[in-house]
């Protein structure tokens, strides 16, 4: 998607070799205009394939998440990473290891909102080493719906989440897939 790549080479912040920042229009400061872009292309990436829920993971995906929703007009569930006060029990839960942070999460969504008969697609900001993303699809494959996709922002296609999701059988459709974040910039795939 030329738009999202131009504004991540404009405004995106690389902060290491593996680490890209893009709190000014995607995961803290908002860009609206640019979300909803992304909402349609996804949208019509998933337009023929009977789509009947989104679910992305807080909160970084819920920007994107809610406009593809918009655009392919289904509900967006996201995966809470603390345990909520009204969120106790029917629960559907799994792991997820965040290398950056070192640390292993346990995100859940409550059961009633994804049933057998849903065709869900998974929504994220990023695709890394792939770990939220499996835990997302752990999630949904549980409520024993089906997995028909994994729309990316921004993937880094030179950490390992791409290769074991498509080997898992995935079909990831990202938006801006980058090659190398070497020398202090983005090279795009
Ligand atoms: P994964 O589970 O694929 O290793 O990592 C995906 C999650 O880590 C995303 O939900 C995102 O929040 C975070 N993440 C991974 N890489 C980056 C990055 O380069 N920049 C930012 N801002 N977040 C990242």
Known sequence: MKLLEERIKKDGKVLSEAILKVDSFLNHQIDPQL????????????????????????SSGIAPAVMA????????????????????????????????????????????????NDTVL??????????????????????KANVAGIGIVIEKSFQGGAEILRKENYRVESLAQIASLADGKAVFK
């Open 69 to 116: 929703g918009l655009h392919l007009n289904v509900p967006v569930i996201f995966a809470r990473k603390q345990k909520s006060l009204t969120l106790v029990d029917h629960l559907l839960t799994a792991k997820v290891y965040s290398f950056t942070k070192q640390e292993s999460n346990e995100i859940s969504i409550a059961k009633k909102y994804i049933s057998e």
């Open 35 to 58: 979300m909803n872009e992304i909402g349609i292309e996804f949208a019509r990436r998933f337009a023929n394939d009977s789509i009947s829920k989104i679910v992305t993971i807080e």
């Open 122 to 143: 998974i929504i994220d900001d990023f695709l890394a080493n792939g770990q939220a993303a499996l835990a997302l699809a752990k999630i949904v494959t549980e409520a």
